[in-house]
T-cell receptor
Framework: KQEVTQIPAALSVPEGENLVLNCSFTDSAIYNLQWFRQDPGKGLTSLLLIQSSQREQTSGRLNASLDKSSGRSTLYIAASQPGDSATYLCAVLYSGAGSYQLTFGKGTKLSVIP | SQTIHQWPATLVQPVGSPLSLECTVEGTSNPNLYWYRQAAGRGLQLLFYSVGIGQISSEVPQNLSASRPQDRQFILSSKKLLLSDSGFYLC????????????FGSGTQLSVL
């Protein structure tokens, strides 16, 4: 059974700092990994999707990396801003029980202090 | 462009009352549709998914049911709500031909009192 872990559960940083969020998964046989952002009381917004054959994806100040063999992904946020405050979730897509399965981590709550 | 609509945004219901949450997707055809529940400290839990009209798969036994009466409409229901049904419910979709990005609705905060 695939398990996805995100550490830390919460993170507080001053504005302008670069930061890294971590995601680990137990089964390396994945198809892709997605990072999402969730604002309080809102749905999830997809930030980046990394296919299993890729090593990283970039979008603006965000960079996500994937090391399938070690079961790890990181989300790097450069020059953090107060507007980046949100909960960030990762999810892995894998094959299980004869169908595609998507498992989410519990998220890291990020607070960027002005 | 594709959009997903989910309503209501918030709902307060007494124990034992029925439930109906609706989700519709626009701008695409034959999407895969999903209902997730997000409870505090427990992460996202997949409740139901559907790959076509009338095709519903349930991931966990529960007090809820789902239906897909039209290609782009997904409904989550209950005949009698329990306190444990409280949570944040999210509808989502992916293109029917493959697994790409998962797109979520804005969610429904359900409080059962």
């Amino acid at each position: 059974k695939q398990e996805v872990t995100q550490i830390p559960a919460a993170l507080s940083v001053p504005e302008g700092e670069n930061l890294v969020l971590n995601c680990s998964f137990t089964d390396s046989a994945i198809y892709n990994l997605q990072w999402f952002r969730q604002d309080p009381g809102k749905g999830l917004t997809s930030l980046l999707l990394i296919q299993s054959s890729q090593r990283e994806q970039t979008s603006g100040r965000l960079n996500a990396s994937l090391d399938k063999s070690s079961g790890r992904s990181t989300l790097y946020i450069a020059a953090s801003q107060p507007g980046d405050s949100a909960t960030y979730l990762c999810a892995v897509l894998y094959s299980g029980a004869g169908s595609y399965q998507l498992t989410f981590g519990k998220g890291t709550k990020l607070s960027v202090i002005p | 462009s594709q959009t997903i609509h989910q309503w209501p945004a918030t709902l307060v219901q007494p124990v034992g009352s029925p439930l109906s949450l609706e989700c519709t997707v626009e701008g695409t055809s034959n999407p895969n549709l999903y209902w997730y529940r997000q409870a505090a400290g427990r992460g996202l839990q997949l409740l139901f998914y559907s790959v076509g009209i009338g095709q519903i798969s349930s991931e966990v036994p529960q007090n809820l049911s789902a239906s897909r009466p039209q290609d782009r409409q997904f409904i989550l229901s209950s005949k009698k709500l329990l306190l444990s049904d409280s949570g944040f419910y999210l509808c989502a979709w992916t293109p029917g031909q493959g697994w790409e990005k998962l797109f979520f609705g804005s969610g429904t905060q359900l409080s059962v009192l």
